[in-house]
């Protein structure tokens, strides 16, 4: 009966041909690279046609990471501790939590200090974060090639194998 349903034109309205089987990523089948910056950070998905990067980071208590701009939207989930944007303390992800950012939002994301460990938190970011510095200065950009060159290099010289993550585009 699924192949009768139709679409414009004739045409199948859900495919039937050419589908692909999921990929699944255990926890554990990407390593975690120090980036020397009180960040761990897992890549677990690359795509260089839509420039989105998927990462998973685990920051130190008490970490800021710099002022920065992100030309695209952003899907945050927090796993464990507690982290929130400088500019509006007032919202703090927990455990649990779900943020969205849109497009064109200005931030210094930071990580609570009295945090008992380690706060854990997926990202999925589409475009670049450029850098700032507190005049608004560009000091840098960040984006999926960027990342990805980063997390291979990391994982190579720490002797680690990264070959489950997901790279689409190149």
């Known amino acids: 009966m699924a192949d009768t349903i139709k679409g414009p034109a004739t045409q199948p309205t859900v495919p ?12 554990d089948d990407l390593p975690f690279v120090d980036t020397e910056g009180g960040t761990l950070l897992q890549v677990q998905k690359i795509d260089l046609n839509q420039g989105l990067w998927v990462v998973r980071t685990r920051f130190q208590p008490g970490l800021t990471i710099e002022k920065h701009y992100h030309t695209g939207p952003v899907h945050a989930v927090t796993f464990d501790g507690a982290w929130y944007y400088k500019e509006y303390p007032e919202h703090v992800n927990r455990k649990g939590s779900f943020l969205f950012e849109p497009a064109h939002s200005v931030h210094t994301l930071t990580v609570a200090e009295d945090n008992p460990g380690l706060t854990d938190v997926w990202f999925a970011i589409w475009g670049a974060n450029l850098n700032m ?5 560009v000091t840098g950009v960040t984006d999926a090639q960027s990342i990805l060159t980063a997390y291979r290099a990391l994982c190579a010289k720490d002797g680690l194998d990264c070959s489950r993550m997901i790279v689409v585009g190149e």
């Open 133 to 137: 510095d507190e005049a608004g200065n």
């Open 16 to 27: 039937m041909h050419g589908l692909t089987e999921a990929i699944h990523i255990g926890e």
